[in-house]
């Protein structure tokens, strides 16, 4: 059947051939025409698309197969949203090592991508936490694949942008946790170098750490925002419900309701929403690590054209003075982002053999897409982070260069030796098989 699959950004919007499947297959598709397994597609480029050939969707593999209370080992499809997991183990005591921003990716995507959240400094990447999984290849073999059993094969899974095969199921080691309500100490920060102190000062005594960015500030204001830490809360303090009030984007406008008017007009609303310079606040889990899960279809505002995410990583030696470089640029271009995000990585190794977390300082900005402009003003961007030695977000991607991808990722041309013959992606076919 003709679906759209189209990823979360919806830029580049292409009209795909996709295949739901509800059980895991005995056997992946015996014909020439690549194909791709693919999640909920909650990434924003292309990683999760391919227009020439066959999606296969995980969507519906979402049952569980096991789940040790006691040791928190879980086993379950690839398929399973991190959504899924939350409803069953949090109620027992059990929390996600490492989230993304949505609940709504999966346990496969989350793998594929080595998906990050707010607390990298402390526990790492998604992948750090898998204990084991099952890959089946177009060959029709399957291996299971952990850190002692296929150890080259679980390495270059994770992170390995769902081109080495099938994941049909994975192992978990959740974690522990006495409260699933959080602790949060919200900051308004002044500028840039703020920013850094802010985030030097809570790496030690806060698990989760994250700013919002005014990316229309400028001058001694450059970097303005809000920094947010905490930590889950004490046994003995009580669990806030969770937020009952779901929003929604009921329809697509003609047009983005992302522009300079309202861009202006949300900055300065958000950055002044706090009169105070330090709030706490003891909160649900669900809008401390999933703000945005709460409108529903909100990648609708940006209207029919969709929106791409800038994400990248400068090393810390380079960050402060490169990240100024890149609000400068956006500034000038008079082109910003309302959902913009610093966050400082640290040095925690991956198991993966791609992966894009690494010591430094990640920005996150979305973009409604404007064609050429937006392009050009991307180039730009890239021009500071090829500089500064930094790296960009392939599960974020849309535009990357392929001579770029392979100098971020040095290990690429190992990834081809574990490449399934019959899969590919978009972006995959961009990066590593292009011809320009």
């Given at each position: 059947?003709?679906?759209?699959?189209?990823?979360?950004?919806?830029?580049?919007?292409?009209?795909?051939?996709?295949?739901?499947?509800?059980?895991?297959?005995?056997?992946?598709?015996?014909?020439?025409?690549?194909?791709?397994?693919?999640?909920?597609?909650?990434?924003?480029?292309?990683?999760?698309?391919?227009?020439?050939?066959?999606?296969?969707?995980?969507?519906?593999?979402?049952?569980?197969?096991?789940?040790?209370?006691?040791?928190?080992?879980?086993?379950?499809?690839?398929?399973?949203?991190?959504?899924?997991?939350?409803?069953?183990?949090?109620?027992?005591?059990?929390?996600?090592?490492?989230?993304?921003?949505?609940?709504?990716?999966?346990?496969?995507?989350?793998?594929?991508?080595?998906?990050?959240?707010?607390?990298?400094?402390?526990?790492?990447?998604?992948?750090?936490?898998?204990?084991?999984?099952?890959?089946?290849?177009?060959?029709?073999?399957?291996?299971?694949?952990?850190?002692?059993?296929?150890?080259?094969?679980?390495?270059?899974?994770?992170?390995?942008?769902?081109?080495?095969?099938?994941i049909t199921w994975a192992e978990l080691q959740l974690k522990k946790v006495a409260n699933s309500a959080i602790n949060a100490e919200?900051?308004?920060?002044?500028?840039?170098?703020?920013?850094?102190?802010?985030?030097?000062?809570?790496?030690?005594?806060?698990?989760?750490?994250?700013?919002?960015?005014?990316?229309?500030?400028?001058?001694?204001?450059?970097?303005?925002?809000?920094?947010?830490?905490?930590?889950?809360?004490?046994?003995?303090?009580?669990?806030?419900?969770?937020?009952?009030?779901?929003?929604?984007?009921?329809?697509?406008?003609?047009?983005?309701?992302?522009?300079?008017?309202?861009?202006?007009?949300?900055?300065?609303?958000?950055?002044?929403?706090?009169?105070?310079?330090?709030?706490?606040?003891?909160?649900?889990?669900?809008?401390?690590?999933?703000?945005?899960?709460?409108?529903?279809?909100?990648?609708?505002?940006?209207?029919?054209?969709?929106?791409?995410?800038?994400?990248?990583?400068?090393?810390?030696?380079?960050?402060?003075?490169?990240?100024?470089?890149?609000?400068?640029?956006?500034?000038?271009?008079?082109?910003?982002?309302?959902?913009?995000?610093?966050?400082?990585?640290?040095?925690?190794?991956?198991?993966?053999?791609?992966?894009?977390?690494?010591?430094?300082?990640?920005?996150?900005?979305?973009?409604?897409?404007?064609?050429?402009?937006?392009?050009?003003?991307?180039?730009?961007?890239?021009?500071?982070?090829?500089?500064?030695?930094?790296?960009?977000?392939?599960?974020?991607?849309?535009?990357?260069?392929?001579?770029?991808?392979?100098?971020?990722?040095?290990?690429?041309?190992?990834?081809?030796?574990?490449?399934?013959?019959?899969?590919?992606?978009?972006?995959?076919?961009?990066?590593?098989?292009?011809?320009?």
């Amino acid at each position: 059947m003709t679906k759209p699959y189209v990823s979360w950004g919806r830029y580049p919007y292409q009209q795909q051939m996709g295949q739901d499947l509800h059980w895991m297959p005995d056997t992946l598709p015996a014909t020439e025409t690549p194909f791709l397994p693919q999640g909920n597609a909650r990434s924003y480029g292309d990683s999760c698309m391919l227009q020439e050939g066959t999606v296969l969707s995980t969507r519906f593999m979402r049952r569980f197969i096991s789940f040790d209370t006691e040791s928190g080992v879980m086993r379950c499809e690839s398929g399973t949203t991190l959504a899924d997991i939350l409803a069953v183990a949090e109620p027992q005591g059990w929390f996600l090592p490492v989230t993304p921003g949505t609940k709504f990716a999966t346990v496969g995507g989350s793998i594929a991508n080595d998906v990050h959240g707010k607390n990298h400094h402390v526990a790492g990447t998604f992948g750090s936490h898998v204990i084991q999984f099952e890959l089946l290849r177009s060959d029709g073999s399957r291996r299971v694949c952990s850190r002692t059993e296929n150890a080259d094969w679980y390495a270059a899974t994770i992170g390995g942008l769902g081109v080495t095969g099938f994941i049909t199921w994975a192992e978990l080691q959740l974690k522990k946790v006495a409260n699933s309500a959080i602790n949060a100490e919200n900051i308004k920060y002044e500028n840039l170098a703020e920013f850094f102190r802010l985030s030097e000062e809570s790496e030690q005594d806060y698990e989760y750490t994250v700013a919002w960015v005014d990316c229309l500030a400028a001058g001694n204001k450059l970097g303005r925002g809000h920094f947010t830490r905490g930590n889950h809360a004490r046994p003995v303090q009580p669990r806030p419900p969770r937020p009952g009030t779901q929003l929604s984007m009921p329809v697509d406008p003609p047009v983005s309701l992302v522009n300079s008017l309202s861009l202006k007009a949300f900055n300065w609303l958000y950055y002044n929403r706090q009169l105070d310079k330090v709030s706490y606040q003891t909160m649900h889990y669900d809008p401390f690590f999933y703000p945005l899960d709460h409108i529903h279809n909100w990648n609708r505002m940006y209207g029919p054209k969709g929106f791409l995410q800038y994400q990248c990583v400068i090393p810390m030696e380079n960050s402060e003075a490169a990240i100024t470089e890149l609000l400068q640029r956006i500034g000038r271009a008079n082109y910003g982002s309302f959902l913009a995000v610093l966050k400082v990585f640290g040095d925690v190794p991956t198991p993966a053999l791609l992966s894009f977390p690494r010591p430094g300082t990640t920005l996150a900005l979305d973009f409604p897409y404007k064609g050429s402009l937006t392009m050009h003003l991307f180039d730009q961007l890239d021009e500071v982070v090829v500089q500064a030695g930094g790296a960009l977000y392939p599960a974020k991607d849309a535009h990357m260069k392929a001579e770029h991808f392979q100098s971020f990722y040095p290990n690429a041309s190992k990834l081809q030796h574990f490449k399934d013959p019959h899969i590919t992606s978009s972006f995959w076919q961009r990066v590593m098989e292009s011809t320009s």
